[in-house]
Each structure stands twice: as C-alpha cells, then as structure tokens.
C-alpha cells in the first residue's frame, strides 16, 4: 500500500516570494506522483505529474516538483508565487499497476499581497 | 468539452433521512470514481468502476452506502439512512482506460451536511 504525508497543513507567503510545499510518499513498489490543486468552489484538477524519465517535471504556471527517490519526497516549488496561486494543494502518490491513487491530506496555500 | 457534472452541488438532511448524490463523467471516460472528502483530509476512494462493474468497492460502508452505475455512464452514490458522521463532500472523477497513470478528472463536488 502506498500513503503520502504532507506536513505543512498551511503556507502562508507574501505574493512574489519563493514557496515550497512538501510531499514525502512511502510505498514497496515504484509509483507515479502526482500534485493536484483545488482553487476555491472548484474542484481538483491535475497540476503536474512524474511518470517516468526526467525527474524534475514543470506546469504549465510556473510551478514544478522534483522526484527525489532516495528521500522519497516530490516537493512543489515556484520561484515567485502570484494572488491567484492561493488554493489547496495535494499531493498523491499511485504504485504502477492500476493501483488506486492516494491522497495527501492536502497543504492550503496563502498567499498575501 | 464538457466535464464532470455532480449534481446536487450542496444538500441539507436530518439524520437517518436518505440522499442521494448523481454523477456524469467526461464523454468516452470509461473508468468513474466516487470519492469522500472530509474537512481538512485528502480526498479517499469510496468505490471505483469500469463501464459499469464496480472494481473496487472494498471502502464502501455497504450498510449504508450503495452505488450504481447501470449503464457505463452516470452513477448515483446513494446513503441511507445517512448519519451525522456523513457530513462530508462527495466527489466523482473520471479518467480514460482505468486511470493508470494517475490522471483523473474531478467535479465541484456535493456538500452535504447532515443535520
């Protein structure tokens, strides 16, 4: 069975700053990653995903997330957030082989002017 | 292109009232999934179908949840008699040939509160 942690429940930062939200995932066999947003009243869609090959994977937004298979982590950055960055952030993992998709209890991004 | 449309958007019961929650995934999506959202948790997989077999049901309360999917199109998650505990938002999602890499397609949801 695979599970995410995403440890941060909340990320306050002001608009323009660098921000990183964190994602490490434990699982026995390899896995997809995924990192899906939620804006409010909306509901989830797919931000980014690593699937295979290179391991640092972009939107198309300015956010990306690298996999890191050592430490088992797949954290979200972006260099210079904006006001309509501010959403809910989840991060799920899924092993290979049409195993289900799990969530992360999701990181709530605020950001401030 | 249309996407998933969950209907209703928010519900209001009293305990031990049924409900009743109906989904329509994207056109030519054979794979459909109902999900639970509680505050501030992760959405978790409640039941999972292809066309219209429900392959993976193992999360559903069956006691008081059930599914259907007749025709490999729209599904109704149903609860009854529903409970204070079911407070939640019930998500559906979509995906192409069984969402083997991950990548599914969520509708607004449906609030429910019960009361």
């Known amino acids: 069975a695979q599970s995410v942690t995403q440890l941060d429940s909340q990320v306050p930062v002001f608009e323009e700053a660098p921000v990183e939200l964190r994602c490490n995932y434990s699982?026995?066999?390899?896995?997809?990653l995924f990192w899906y947003v939620q804006y409010p009243n909306q509901g989830l869609q797919l931000l980014l995903k690593y699937l295979s090959g290179s391991t640092l994977v972009e939107s198309i937004n300015g956010f990306e997330a690298e996999f890191n298979k050592s430490q088992t982590s797949f954290h979200l950055r972006k260099p210079s957030v904006h006001i309509s960055d501010t959403a809910e952030y989840f991060c799920a993992v899924q092993g290979t082989g049409f195993q289900k998709l799990v969530f992360g209890t999701g990181t709530r991004l605020l950001v401030s002017p | 292109e249309a996407g998933v449309v969950q209907s209703p958007r928010y519900k209001i019961i009293e305990k031990k009232q049924p409900v009743a929650f109906w989904c329509n995934p994207i056109?030519?999506?054979?794979?459909l999934y109902w999900y639970l959202q509680n505050l501030g948790q992760g959405p978790e997989l409640l039941i999972r179908y292809e066309n219209e077999e429900a392959v993976d049901d193992s999360q559903l309360p069956k006691d008081r949840f059930s599914a259907e999917r007749l025709k490999g199109v729209d599904s109704t998650l149903k609860i009854q008699p529903a409970e204070l505990g079911d407070s939640a938002v019930y998500l559906c999602?979509?995906?192409f040939g069984g969402g083997l890499t991950g990548e599914l397609f969520f509708g607004e949801g449906s609030r429910l509160t019960v009361l």
């Open positions: 699982s026995s066999v390899s896995v997809y």
């Open positions: 056109s030519g999506h054979n794979t």
């Open positions: 999602a979509s995906s």
